[in-house]
């Protein structure tokens, strides 16, 4: 909008001027001094129609700017949210196609990894099966092996107790057949043959053979029970009761251990002896047999007594880890049987 302002202001001079003047009639020069003021009024006068023109041309640039910036801060927001959804789309496609085919990858690895391991299963089965056919070939061998042995064993002992008390095998065959059964019998035949006249003389005729077998069986008892005493009174009266010049030695079993020791570097000595010998002739004889084994020399033991000692500890490991179920007994004896297949047996 154009305007016009006044300005009023003053201005002061001053100052002196030399003058001469011609002569005249007798001439002459001087000088002169002035001073004042001059008022001065100023009115400016400012056109603002141009700028004001520019200024609402700027306005509407403005205002077109403003238009264009939030149209394109919508299609710009639009852009942004369409980049947006396809970036969100692209990785949760890609995500979710990435993690599917980790899972297959990962159950096709798990499926072969069990398949293979099923395999191996079926096969460690089948190896289990023969083995087991095996063993069962081995325990019935070796069962039936032991069933004969122990059946032979019976026979002979049976023998040699049926020899060795002959005669009270023979009273008690000869009781079971002659009282028991032939009581029974006769009983049962007068019982049949219904012959009650002569029941009462017979049962005391029966009684009276009852009591002389028994009489006898009697005496041949006390004969029996004497026979020791008499076996013994013969053996005294062929005794002598001398003394031996000599000591004769008496033989105990013995086992002698060295180990290493765990602590320290040494060795570990241990004797072991049955726990029915005196305690003071025990604590001797184990510091002799100490002194006699460490002072010893060894030698590699022979092919026959090595087979020997080892199908011994076999029938015994056998023997107390047949019916062993738990893993720990069963590492034991495979621990056990193995520090045995590699050591070396010594004798002296």
């Not at 008690?172 to 029974?184: C, G």
């Not at 041949?220 to 002598?240: D, F």
């Not at 001398?242 to 241990?270: A, F, H, R, Y």
């Not at 029938?315 to 034991?332: C, G, I, Y």
Request: hydrophobic share 35%; proline share 3%.
């Amino acid at each position: 909008m154009s305007y016009s302002k006044s300005y009023h202001a003053s201005v002061n001079y001053s100052g002196s001027a030399h003058y001469s003047y011609p002569a005249s009639q007798s001439g002459g020069s001087g000088s002169v001094s002035y001073s004042g003021s001059v008022p001065i009024d100023v009115t400016i006068h400012v056109d603002t129609q141009p700028f004001d023109g520019s200024i609402n041309k700027f306005n509407n640039s403005v205002v077109a700017l403003g238009g264009s910036v939030a149209a394109m801060n919508a299609a710009q927001c639009l852009a942004i949210k369409k980049t947006a959804d396809d970036i969100s789309s692209s990785l949760i496609n890609g995500f979710f196609g990435t993690i599917n085919t980790e899972l297959t990858q990962q159950l096709q690895a798990l499926d072969s990894a069990i398949k293979a391991g099923f395999g191996l299963i079926q096969e460690q089965g089948k190896a289990v099966s023969e083995k087991k056919d095996v063993m069962e070939g081995d325990y019935n061998r070796i069962t039936s092996r032991y069933v004969r042995l122990f059946t032979d064993l019976d026979d002979e002992c049976y023998k040699r107790i049926a020899a060795l008390d002959k005669p009270s095998f023979n009273i008690s065959k000869k009781a079971l057949k002659e009282l028991i059964s032939e009581s029974s019998c006769n009983a049962a035949a007068m019982n049949l043959l219904g012959i009650d006249e002569a029941s009462s003389v017979k049962i005391q005729v029966f009684v009276s053979a009852l009591k002389g077998k028994t009489l006898e069986i009697l005496r041949t008892l006390y004969g029996y029970i004497n026979q020791e005493a008499n076996i013994k009174s013969l053996i005294e009266s062929l005794l002598v009761n001398e003394k031996t010049e000599e000591i004769i030695p008496l033989c105990i079993p013995v086992v002698w251990s060295q180990s290493d020791m765990l602590e320290n570097q040494g060795t570990n000595d241990n004797c072991f002896i049955q726990d029915d010998i005196d305690p003071q002739n025990k604590k001797a004889i184990a510091g002799n047999i100490n002194s006699y084994c460490l002072g010893a020399k060894w030698k590699p033991a022979d092919a026959p007594e090595k087979e020997t000692l080892d199908k011994e500890l076999n029938l015994l490991a056998e023997a107390h880890f047949s019916a062993a179920e738990e893993e720990t007994q069963q590492r034991v004896y495979q621990t056990m049987m193995s520090l045995w297949q590699n050591t070396e047996i010594s004798f002296i």
